[in-house]
């Protein structure tokens, strides 16, 4: 499975913001799919992940209630809606895809990861 993310920017802080992940392969529909990023000098954290069906979405701590993950199977497409966006929400932004069922993925269980795509949040 090849990923190739869009969508980041610089925006400023209170707007909303969409990613798009674009995924090759037939076989998109059997991986779990996440969102992770990476702020300069900090480690790849857990953003969102969403079962193969669509179902079984679970969120890290600091985006609950603000960024919704989604995925068309038919069209080979995850997103990450991203609202009341806040600097610390400033990071490079990965869609990832992994065959494992944890509920919040862990970087190294991540069999697939896409070139990243920045997000800028100015205060």
């Known amino acids: 499975v090849q990923l190739q993310a869009s969508g980041g920017g610089l925006v400023q802080a209170g707007a909303s913001l969409r990613l798009s992940c674009a995924a090759s392969?037939?076989?998109?529909?059997?991986?779990?799919m996440g969102w992770f990023r990476q702020a300069p000098g900090k480690e790849r954290e857990f953003v969102a992940r969403?079962?193969?069906?669509?179902?079984?979405?679970y969120y890290g701590d600091s985006v609950k209630g603000r960024f919704t993950i989604s995925r068309d199977n038919a069209k080979n497409m995850v997103y990450l809606e991203m609202n009341s966006v806040k600097p610390e929400d400033t990071a490079v932004y990965y869609c990832?895809?992994?065959?494992?069922?944890?509920?919040?993925?862990?970087?190294?269980?991540?069999?697939?990861w896409g070139k990243g795509t920045q997000v800028t949040v100015s205060s």
């Open positions: 392969g037939r076989s998109f529909s059997t991986y779990v």
């Open positions: 969403i079962g193969r069906g669509g179902g079984y979405i």
């Open positions: 990832a895809a992994t065959r494992s069922y944890s509920v919040y993925i862990k970087a190294g269980e991540v069999d697939y």
